[in-house]
């Protein structure tokens, strides 16, 4: 079956870059058709789009955050990491990565279970 | 950049009532779009894909219909377990609606 979670720190300052792994079984990054995203949902509002991988490398970034994430996959860790500069008190939020595949229409059918993410000094 | 925006807000139901949420785009989404079920604490769940499939193991009370602008969830008759937030989510990026909360009246 298909299993996601994230890991990370905690806590991070204001101005550090969080960097967080996703890591996954019961799929293959490498299988065509397949992606991983990651959504943040800070706390009691509303969830947030962050990035998407593709199995082909392609890469798609929340307009609005585009210029201070990153994305990346390791294909034989089975592995997703999302960089996150300059972070702020506002991103506290709790972080989820996903499975997402054409099949169900780039929906998000499997979720990991989300590692809450608090900015502060 | 596509706006999603969901009505109403709040929808308060009794058990085996009707539950209709609306979600609607600022621009054509064609049929991409997808809804999903949040409970306290959890991870959302995905309910539907491409404006009306169901996902895996979704009950047939769920059911998703619309296309361009205009979407609607309906959920036929309320389950003590549906009560939750819905969210509504298109790809083109991936955004999310702001959510409606179904709660017992």
């Known amino acids: 079956q298909i299993t996601l979670k994230e890991s990370g720190p905690t806590l991070v300052k204001p101005t550090q870059t969080l960097t967080l792994t996703c890591t996954f079984s019961g799929f293959s990054l490498s299988t065509s058709g397949v992606g991983v995203g990651w959504i943040r949902q800070p706390p009691g509002k509303a969830l947030e789009w962050l990035a998407l991988i593709y199995w082909d490398d392609d890469k798609r970034y929340s307009p609005s955050l585009k210029s201070r994430l990153t994305i990346t996959k390791d294909t034989s860790k089975n592995q997703v990491v999302l960089t996150m500069t300059n972070m702020d008190p506002v991103d506290t939020a709790t972080y989820y990565c996903?499975?997402?595949?054409?099949?169900?229409?780039?929906?998000?059918?499997?979720w990991g279970q989300g590692t809450l993410v608090t900015v502060s000094s | 950049e596509i706006v999603l925006t969901q009505s109403p807000a709040t929808l308060s139901l009794s058990p085996g009532e009707r539950a209709t949420l609306s979600c609607r785009a600022s621009?054509?989404?064609?049929?991409?779009l997808a809804w999903y079920q949040q409970k306290p604490g959890q991870a959302p769940r995905l309910l539907i894909y491409d404006a009306s499939n169901r996902a895996t193991g979704i009950p047939a009370r769920f059911s998703g219909s619309g296309s361009g602008t205009d979407f609607t969830l309906t959920i036929s008759s309320l389950e003590p377990e549906d009560f939750a937030v819905y969210y509504c989510q298109q790809r083109s990026p991936f955004t999310f609606g702001p959510g409606t909360k179904v709660d017992i009246k």
């Open positions: 621009q054509s989404v064609s049929s991409y």
């Open positions: 996903a499975h997402s595949s054409a099949g169900i229409g780039w929906g998000f059918d499997y």
